[in-house]
């Protein structure tokens, strides 16, 4: 019984230490875009970085890609490499921020929810089930307590935000189901949309990462090639090992409650009444449809 819940302990640690580096990403990546530099830049200062650092993890696995069906290599790459940052990053064009930040997150474990369900036959215990409504009303207020118009450019955004959350839900299912190695799966992640994005990158936008200074230059690329593709993406396939994937899933509807703290003192961003209810709302989503109150009946 301990040991059920010092397990529980220990991923709900690599998830939330996950999500916090993905909080931070929204406030860092928010001043990085309105400055400097831009979508296309993040995704692959991202990949590139992490693809060069990674090399030898892939050299270490001799073959690689055994054991992984294509289907599910392009899925693994699709749903948490460059084609989910894009997608996010296309969004954020026709949609606001706290959009991205309530649709992607919040509805990443609905739809992991429902793939686990049909897919892997994992069940789904009351208690989850009311965690992930509780999710989904805090994402629902965080979007409908804005008086913003509403237009049909705002809901190509959020068609946008929602198709990233559907694909790093399969993602989260094909680590799972695959029982791949976290560094593998970054490893993959990470060369993979390399191979793909970056000649896309260099034919579009040249050389411009030049021009930063070298300092910011090795300051982004430490934190969005190191911290946020490589540290976080570990983190999360911990905690998806040890929890399961709706569980592990579900602490990523953490971000936006913690990219409101983290915007308050990084951006002088202060969250709204309404801002304030969806993040409770969240936070005990998460605490139900992570099994922590599971958790701690089995120790009783």
């Avoid at 529980?8 to 916090?20: F, Q, T």
């Avoid at 990546?29 to 991202?46: G, P």
């Avoid at 896309?200 to 982004?220: K, V």
Wanted: hydrophobic share 60%; with cysteine; net charge positive.
């Amino acid at each position: 019984m301990q040991t059920a819940t010092s397990s529980y302990l220990k991923g709900a640690l690599c998830g939330l230490s996950a999500v916090s580096i993905w909080a931070g990403w929204s406030s860092f990546t928010r001043l990085a875009v309105t400055t400097k530099l831009d979508a296309w830049d993040i995704t692959a200062l991202r990949f590139g970085v992490a693809a060069l650092l990674l090399l030898p993890v892939v050299f270490r696995f001799a073959k690689a890609v055994d054991g992984l069906s294509w289907p599910a290599l392009l899925l693994l790459v699709a749903g948490g490499g460059a084609p989910f940052v894009m997608l996010s990053a296309a969004g954020l064009r026709f949609a606001p921020a706290h959009d991205q930040a309530a649709l992607s997150p919040g509805f990443s474990p609905l739809f992991v929810a429902m793939i686990a369900a049909v897919w892997l036959r994992e069940p789904l215990e009351t208690v989850r089930k009311i965690g992930l409504a509780l999710i989904l009303a805090g994402a629902l207020v965080i979007i409908f307590a804005q008086g913003i118009a509403w237009t049909g450019s705002r809901s190509l955004g959020h068609v946008l935000f929602l198709s990233a959350s559907f694909l790093w839900a399969c993602f989260t299912v094909v680590m799972r189901q695959t029982k791949i190695e976290p560094l593998r799966a970054v490893a993959l992640v990470s060369i993979g949309s390399s191979v793909i994005y970056l000649p896309l990158y260099f034919a579009w936008h040249g050389t411009r990462l030049t021009e930063l200074p070298f300092n910011e230059l090795g300051l982004h690329a430490l934190f969005q090639g190191v911290m946020v593709t490589i540290v976080s993406l570990l983190l999360y396939g911990r905690a998806v090992g040890i929890l399961g994937a709706s569980a592990g899933a579900a602490f990523g509807a953490l971000v936006p409650a913690l990219s409101a703290l983290l915007a308050i003192p990084l951006l002088g961003e202060w969250p709204t009444t309404a801002d304030w209810i969806a993040i409770m709302l969240v936070s005990f989503g998460v605490y139900f449809a992570s099994g922590g109150l599971i958790s701690r009946r089995t120790v009783n």
